[in-house]
């Protein structure tokens, strides 16, 4: 009965997954890709280039983008994410205060236990016991990469910002006539001209397309 008590009383919760860490090892991957493919594109026009057949008039119309520069300009995107930290901050805070409180019945039951009969302990064991896979449960449901509360509302938030400067991005270049608009953050993009940086241009995009949406509804 006592080593039953000291594992359940001693028993630790899991290491906490950390939601940013999640998000930014996605983010990671998906600018893995973006890179891989960056430099496919890459390596096309310059096969396009060196082809003799290819003159003055016909040459590739390209241009580059720094979608972090355009994000931190872009003031709904920093709304959004205002909102999903403060969003993040309370569920974290509701999660903590939980474990607390389940810590404390912990502490207080390990003092307790000495005083109390084995059926007793059997029965506040058991009751710890579904706490914690309770808390362990509630834990997963925040901080599930997939479908978890807060990469729920990481989507809800800023999913929408991104699908509009894709957007915004896809119209200039077709609008411009563009052939290619590289990602300048990527590494496949070691140097360019600033001559060729449409990312101010994308914000000014974007900001009339807001003000012009109250017209259109």
């Not at 389940?102 to 207080?108: L, N, P, S, T």
């Not at 563009?178 to 590494?187: K, L, P, T, V």
Request: contains cysteine; proline residues 3%; charged residues 35%.
């Amino acid at each position: 009965m006592t080593s039953r008590m000291e594992r359940i009383f001693k028993e630790k919760l899991p290491a906490r997954p950390v939601h940013r860490r999640c998000i930014k090892q996605e983010k990671e991957i998906i600018l893995m890709n973006r890179r891989i493919v960056t430099l496919m594109v890459f390596c096309m026009a310059l096969s396009f280039f060196e082809n003799p057949a290819v003159t003055a008039q016909n040459q590739l119309k390209m241009a580059y983008v720094r979608s972090g520069y355009i994000l931190s300009n872009f003031e709904p995107y920093r709304k959004a994410v205002k909102a999903y930290e403060e969003f993040e901050r309370v569920e974290v805070e509701k999660l903590q205060k939980r474990a607390a409180d389940f810590q404390k019945k912990v502490a207080d039951s390990q003092k307790q236990a000495a005083f109390m009969t084995e059926e007793k302990v059997r029965d506040l064991s058991r009751q710890l016991e579904q706490e914690n896979a309770e808390l362990e449960k509630y834990s997963e449901q925040l901080y599930n990469r997939e479908n978890g509360i807060l990469a729920k509302k990481y989507q809800e938030l800023i999913k929408p910002i991104f699908d509009r400067v894709n957007k915004t991005i896809f119209q200039i270049r077709t609008e411009g006539g563009y052939a290619f608009i590289f990602e300048a953050e990527s590494d496949a993009l070691i140097d360019a001209d600033e001559k060729y940086d449409i990312s101010d241009k994308v914000i000014e995009q974007l900001n009339k397309s807001i003000s012009e949406k109250p017209k259109q509804e």
